[in-house]
C-alpha cells in the first residue's frame, strides 16, 4: 500500500499578525504549485499551528509519511540541535508514520541569484555608489562564473559547459542546477564528429546551431513559428524509432518528446548517444526530466520547471567546440 504524503513548512513564527500572514499566504502559494500534494504550514515558536499540532493532525488524517521543510535562510543552534529532538519525539509518538526532515535553505543557489538581482536593481538605480574604477559587474564575468560553478562535482571537466548555460540565460543558478551523466560530454561530443544528427522539438534550436546536423521531429504542427505537440503523435513515434539511435535527441519545448524517447527505449529500441532533456514548463516538465535521471540514457537535464530552447542551443553549442569557452 502507498504511503500518504504530506509536507509541512516549517516556520520560526511570529507575534506581528501581518508577519505570519504573509507566511501563511506564502504556504498556500506553495501548496496551489505542488499540485496533488497536501503542504500545511507550523510554527517553531511565537504561534500556532505548531509543529506537534500538524504533525499530530496529519497523523490522525491517516498520512503515514511526513516531510518537514524547515523555511530557515541558515541552521542555526534551534534548527541544528532542538528541531531533531521534536521531530525524534514525534517518531517515538507516531510509530507507524515516517519523518523526513529536510535542510534548510543555506545552501540554496536560487537565494544568492535572488539577493544579487535585488541589490543589482538597487545598484543600477544608485550609481553613486559603486566604486569610480569602473561600471557595476565590469571586469568580473569570468570571476563570477568560475568559482561558484568550479565547486560542483566535476565542474573542471564541465565548466566550458556550464559557463555557456550562464552565459545564454544570465541565470547562474540554473547553471549549478545541471545535472550532467558522467558519459554526456564524451557521447555527445562522438555523436556530433562521427556526424551524428540533432533530432530536435524546436526551430528555434535549429537556428541556434547552424553548423550542426539537424532534423526537426515530425507529428508536430507549426503555431505562431514555433511548435505545439499534437495528440496524434505516430509520426513522431515512427520518426524516433528509427532516427533516435546514436543521435543526440534535443528537447527544450515539449517534455512529451522525452517520455516517448524513455517508452521507445524501454520497448527495445535502441538508445539516442545523449538527451539533452531541458523542456521549461510547469506542467509535465519536472516529471519527465525525474523520469529521465532515472532512466538509465545518457543525458543532460535539471529538475524543475525552468530550462528551454536557450539552456538546449548552449549546451549544443558547448558540446561542438574542442576548445575552452572563453
Known sequence: MKDR??????????????AGETFFSLVDKIACRLAHVRVVPACFSCDSPSLEEQARQLARDGYTRIIIFPYFLLSGKHIADELPCFVDALKAE??????ELLATMEDEPLLEEIVVTRLFAYVLDNDDIVEPSG????????????????????????????????????????????????????AGRS????????????????????????????????????????HDLPTALSFLKERMAGNIVAVGKHPEVLRMVMDL???????????????????????????????GLVYISNNGPRGGISCVVAVLQALSMTGEIC
Not at 139 to 152: D, K, V
Open 135 to 186: 561600471s557595476v559587474g565590469e571586469g568580473s564575468e569570468e570571476r563570477i562564473l568560475g568559482a561558484p560553478l568550479l565547486q560542483i562535482a566535476h565542474a573542471a571537466e564541465h565548466l566550458p559547459l556550464l559557463q555557456a548555460v550562464a552565459r545564454a540565460t544570465g541565470d547562474l543558478s540554473l547553471a549549478q542546477g545541471l545535472h550532467i551523466h558522467e558519459q554526456a560530454l564524451a
Open 191 to 230: 555523436a556530433l564528429m562521427t556526424g551524428g544528427s540533432v533530432l530536435y522539438d524546436s526551430p528555434m534550436i535549429a537556428a541556434g546551431v547552424p553548423t550542426l546536423t539537424t532534423e526537426m521531429i515530425p507529428g508536430q504542427e507549426a503555431v505562431d513559428n514555433d511548435l505545439h505537440v499534437t
Open 5 to 18: 504524503g504530506a509536507i509541512i513548512i516549517l516556520g520560526h513564527g511570529t507575534r506581528r499578525k501581518q
Open 265 to 295: 527505449v524501454a520497448h527495445g529500441t535502441p538508445e539516442p548517444a545523449l538527451v539533452v532533456g531541458l523542456p521549461v514548463g510547469f506542467a509535465g516538465a519536472s516529471d519527465a526530466k525525474k523520469k529521465l535521471g532515472r532512466s
Open 94 to 99: 507516531f510509530p507507524a508514520v515516517s519523518f
